[in-house]
């Protein structure tokens, strides 16, 4: 992938969906991918009313969607043997790693996994 690629995670998105402009400017022009974990998180919040859903169906629609794959798998069981995290950020990271796109993130707990290209969102 070219460095016009990101992987964003859910509290990017939530970020980007709330307004912020820092966010927005650094993904200006750029292809979004977000992980399938991200899409669930994002439609799967208690209480998202039916405004919020459109908006956040709307953004996914400008995302691609990375499914869950053998190799995604292969990383997931690697990353959480060796730095012990969540098994949603787990996913999302090796979801980074697989498609050779930086993560977009504020969670300072992905900057331990060594072969992440992590860009993090100081907020």
């Not at 990017?12 to 750029?30: C, E, R």
């Not at 629609?61 to 730095?83: A, G, T």
């Not at 050779?100 to 300072?108: C, E, H, I, R």
Request: hydrophobic share 45%; with cysteine.
């Amino acid at each position: 992938m070219s460095g016009n690629n990101f992987l964003i995670d859910t509290n990017v998105a939530l970020f980007l969906l709330s307004g912020n402009k820092t966010v927005a400017n650094l993904i200006n022009d750029k292809q979004l991918y977000i992980s399938f974990v991200t899409q669930l998180e994002l439609l799967g919040y208690n209480g998202i009313s039916n405004d919020e859903i459109s908006k956040v169906k709307q953004f996914i629609d400008e995302c691609v969607i990375i499914d869950i794959n053998s190799e995604i798998k292969d990383r997931v069981i690697e990353i959480r043997k060796k730095y012990a995290i969540k098994l949603p950020d787990a996913i999302i990271a090796a979801t980074s790693i697989y498609i050779d796109a930086p993560l977009l993130s504020a969670d300072k707990g992905f900057k331990k996994i060594t072969a992440l290209q992590l860009i993090l969102i100081e907020e």
